[in-house]
């Protein structure tokens, strides 16, 4: 489980942010919380509220980097730009990122990188041997006087040889899968599921994401249920959802099976009717690619990021979906979800100590901290008027 992630000169970021889903001891029962392996009180749902270009989208992108970084940077082309931009009064000095998170068996972890869009500079691996104190197991940095990465390692398991040719662009640790090394495998199965990518939020595309979905639905038979019983409680005028692999053709070359989402309605008399999800509200077709990506992470544990989190939804449907993560039952890994949001009715579901709010200062510069941190903030004030009236800022001003 996620504890706490930081980054600085990243974005419209430049100074030191940290996004931390650790309750203290006070903090009263919220719902959407759940005690670590280790004993640590989680928060299992972050609101990330604030105006249009305050930096939002930006707080979410470190994270996903940071996914994809240890997971899968050993793809990137040799000679490609790490995806990394400064902030831009200060292109010359390093980004920096981290996070702290705890694995099944309560051991908890710390991951650090320093880093340019041309090379890593610094990246690190350190575990919590005592409570409070942290051990490295892995230190590659670059000597620029020598031009060539030192590496330190200690029960981490890569050949030094080998440890010492990563590329520049690429993670150790995700090199290190590829050659077998236990620990680094144990990375590879960190589930991120997100619409956020380098660029900010993907786009929504019915004639891609409707078929992706339904592929992943179609494979897993469990998520199929849940999904199909969650639309249908969601007044969508659905009675259930069918799958079809269907065909195309494709010029020059076989044709292309692939799968699609069909309604299934009742019309007044009682019959039976099937429309092609294609065909379905937006709303309708967000819902069903939205629950693509949280089921497999409350199925089986990880991390949601989600921007923009109600696109195309009513407000009513914040509730419902966020429950899915205060629930047991539907969630029973501890999986967390962390998400942007224009909907201020998010304000009246979550606690104050879930809720990062962001805005954007002089010189272009956001800055972020949680809702809990503002002095003399009541637990049963009225957050989304307070809000609303500009009581916390990050609100935009027109």
């Not at 144990?186 to 380098?198: E, M, Y």
Request: hydrophobic share 40%; charged share 20%; with cysteine.
């Amino acid at each position: 489980m996620l504890h706490r992630y930081a980054f600085s000169n990243f974005q419209s970021f430049r100074e030191h942010t940290e996004v931390d889903l650790r309750l203290n001891g006070k903090t009263q029962a919220v719902g959407w919380e759940r005690q670590s392996p280790g004993g640590t009180r989680l928060g299992t749902a972050m609101a990330v509220v604030g105006p249009n270009a305050s930096g939002k989208t930006a707080l979410l992108k470190p994270l996903v980097f940071l996914a994809w970084f240890v997971k899968a940077s050993f793809q990137a082309p040799a000679d490609s730009p790490l995806p990394v931009v400064p902030h831009f009064s200060a292109v010359e000095a390093p980004t920096e990122m981290e996070f702290e998170g705890e694995d099944l068996e309560g051991v908890l972890w710390r991951y650090v990188l320093r880093l340019t869009p041309e090379r890593v500079l610094l990246e690190a691996l350190y575990q919590q041997k005592v409570k409070g104190r942290y051990s490295y197991v892995l230190m590659r940095e670059w000597n620029a006087a020598e031009h060539r990465y030192e590496v330190r390692q200690q029960g981490f398991g890569m050949a030094p040889a080998e440890a010492r040719k990563v590329r520049p662009n690429a993670s150790l640790v995700a090199t290190a899968a590829q050659y077998g090394v236990p620990l680094a495998l144990r990375f590879q199965a960190l589930q991120v599921q997100s619409n956020v990518a380098a660029g900010g939020r993907v786009a929504f595309r019915a004639d891609s994401d409707l078929p992706s979905a339904a592929k992943y639905f179609a494979v897993e038979s469990a998520a199929r249920e849940q999904m199909a019983t969650l639309l249908k409680a969601w007044d969508l005028g659905l009675s259930g959802v069918e799958l079809r692999e269907l065909t195309r053709p494709r010029e020059g070359q076989d044709s292309e099976r692939f799968w699609l989402p069909f309604g299934q309605h009742t019309d007044r008399e009682g019959q039976a009717r099937t429309l092609s999800f294609l065909q379905e509200s937006s709303g309708t077709q967000s819902a069903f690619v939205l629950l693509a990506r949280l089921l497999p992470v409350l199925n089986h544990g990880g991390l949601a990021v989600i921007d923009e989190f109600e696109n195309d939804l009513h407000p009513h449907m914040l509730e419902p979906i966020l429950d899915l993560f205060a629930n047991p039952q539907t969630n029973p890994h501890g999986a967390q979800i962390l998400f942007t949001c224009h909907a201020m009715e998010v304000l009246n579901v979550l606690h104050k100590s879930l809720v990062m709010l962001v805005e954007k200062g002089p010189g272009c510069e956001s800055s972020a901290w949680r809702m809990d941190s503002i002095k003399g903030l009541r637990n049963d004030d009225n957050f989304y008027a307070k809000y609303m009236a500009g009581a916390y800022g990050a609100v935009p001003q027109l």
